[in-house]
């Protein structure tokens, strides 16, 4: 069973910043791109960070220079740090598992700037 588990996720003050994680099981991790999307109430899901099995990163122009996506292949784990947060960075944040055949996606977690 491929499992996505986030953590992380929480209420900020406008200015702050968060940690988001994602576990993976069931996958071989390391032949997996990693992604974050967030989708707001009646927006798009969109993509914000990627992270390749290469680790080549790439970014939304909204958080490039605020976000940094990384991962640890050890640890099956992904992970989103988030700083200098605004509220328009208000959403449900996903990650997402990705290669050629296959893509997974984790529950979502809620991620609120207040202010």
């Known amino acids: 069973q491929v499992q996505l588990v986030e953590s992380g996720g929480g209420l900020v003050q406008a200015g702050g910043s968060l940690r988001l994680s994602c576990a993976a099981s069931g996958i071989t991790f390391s032949f997996y791109a990693m992604n974050w999307y967030r989708q707001a109430p009646g927006k798009q899901r969109e993509l914000v960070a990627s992270i390749s099995s290469r680790r080549i990163t790439n970014y939304a122009d909204s958080v490039k220079g605020r976000f940094t996506i990384s991962r640890d292949n050890g640890k099956n784990t992904v992970y989103l740090e988030m700083n200098s947060l605004k509220p328009e960075d208000t959403a449900v944040y996903y990650c997402?598992?990705?290669?050629?055949?296959?893509?997974?996606w984790g529950q979502g977690t809620q991620v609120t700037v207040s202010s």
């Open positions: 997402n598992a990705e290669n050629f055949l296959n893509g997974y």
